[in-house]
């Protein structure tokens, strides 16, 4: 089992952006990797096989969210630190919205364990 505290996740809205009639990884998606990336460093070894991933959310804020928008970018960072191979890997995931003014307000907590078969 691992578990990384990250930021808080853009949404998935504003994972990408047209550039020259291409679709592109968007300012805030690269800075939110690159983030992660530092967060996860030193990771060595992949999970391989069926994955169980939990994120646990905390807002910065009282605006309205939709929990579910903000799971691409929390899988994307781990697959891009070598977590594992590929998110497809996740065959097991739970998703939990705290209440804004958590004390880990503005992060966002994951915890991935390899499903035993």
Not at 49 to 56: A, D, M, Q
Request: glycine share 6%.
């Amino acid at each position: 089992m691992i578990s990384f505290i990250l930021p808080f996740p853009p949404t998935v809205n504003h994972l990408t952006t047209v550039a020259r009639g291409r679709k592109v990884n968007s300012v805030k998606a690269r800075a939110y990797k690159q983030e992660c990336a530092l967060v996860m460093r030193g990771r060595r070894e992949a999970i391989v096989g069926r994955v169980e991933l939990i994120i646990e959310l905390y807002p910065p804020d009282k605006r309205s969210r939709d929990a579910s928008n903000y799971i691409k970018a929390v899988e994307d960072c781990m697959t891009e630190a070598g977590v594992w191979v590929d998110d497809s890997q996740v065959k097991r995931l739970v998703v939990l919205m705290f209440d804004p003014g958590h004390a880990m307000a503005g992060t966002c907590r994951v915890t991935a364990s390899k499903i035993e078969e």
